[in-house]
């Protein structure tokens, strides 16, 4: 039978890709996310290459929501194999200026899905007999620009709860691991300039497919030896040394 991947986020960026790359590994797609527009032009491109999808409009703030996701999407294809928590938002504001209202936002979109969607899935992982939990965290858990303080913590957050899921889960045969995607450009990568590439060892700034390959990786059974852990890319720029020059 198809093995099914939900993937929230799933219209744009990062989610997008990795949901064309997990269909053409074969698998059943549930594309989730609130941009409905992009979300069905991400459907036509993998049902038009002879994949399988669905379209579920989802807030992942709304405990509702999710609730609903992991009901339909097990209603249409018969199975929740892998969940990738990718959905996110950000917003750079100051720590003096973003409101209550606009850190819960966060906090709820970024962390608090990442367990509901997580805790909802479970049930129809263990008619499988396990299943593959991969969640999109960044290197922005472990380093900082200024006024990033809700984005960084739900990204130390979903660091956290991975390996805490990990264990809490590991007799039911489910692994739980998170990926910490460095610089990915998503829109403008012929825009780049040289030095952009250079910050890197890799010698390139990284793509979507990069972390949706990691993904697909850590979703395979051959690899549940991996599990609670938190695998970062970033084509090396957190190793490298930096020094202004002047």
């Not at 929740?80 to 996110?88: C, F, P, T, Y």
């Not at 906090?107 to 263990?126: G, H, K, Q, T, W």
């Not at 910050?199 to 697909?216: E, N, T």
């Not at 690899?223 to 957190?238: A, C, H, K, P, S």
Request: with cysteine.
């Amino acid at each position: 039978m198809m093995k099914t991947a939900v993937i929230t986020g799933a219209s744009n960026g990062i989610g997008r890709e990795t949901a064309i790359y997990f269909a053409k590994k074969g698998y059943g797609v549930v594309l989730a996310d609130v941009d409905e527009s992009a979300g069905s032009t991400v459907k036509e491109q993998i049902d038009s290459a002879g994949g399988k999808s669905c379209f579920i409009k989802t807030d992942v703030s709304s405990p509702e929501d999710i609730v609903h996701l992991m009901k339909k999407s097990f209603e249409i294809f018969g199975s929740i194999d892998v969940l990738v928590n990718n959905a996110g938002l950000s917003k750079w504001e100051s720590p003096l200026k973003l409101s209550v209202e606009e850190w819960d936002q966060i906090i709820n979109v970024n962390l608090r899905s990442v367990f509901l969607c997580s805790r909802e899935a479970v049930p129809y992982m263990e008619r499988s007999k396990g299943g593959s939990i991969v969640n999109i965290a960044s290197t922005r858990a472990f380093m900082s620009e200024p006024n990033s303080e809700a984005y960084a913590a739900t990204k130390g957050g979903i660091v956290a709860l991975t390996h805490a899921l990990a264990a809490s889960l590991a007799d039911k045969f489910i692994t739980v691991n998170a990926v910490s995607p460095g610089w990915i450009e998503t829109t403008d990568y012929e825009g780049l300039r040289e030095i952009d590439h250079h910050q890197h060892l890799s010698g390139r700034v990284g793509k979507p497919v990069d972390i949706a390959k990691a993904c697909y990786y850590l979703s395979e059974p051959d690899n549940n030896f991996i599990n609670g852990e938190n695998l970062v890319i970033d084509g090396g720029m957190t190793r490298k040394m930096i020094y202004e020059e002047g």
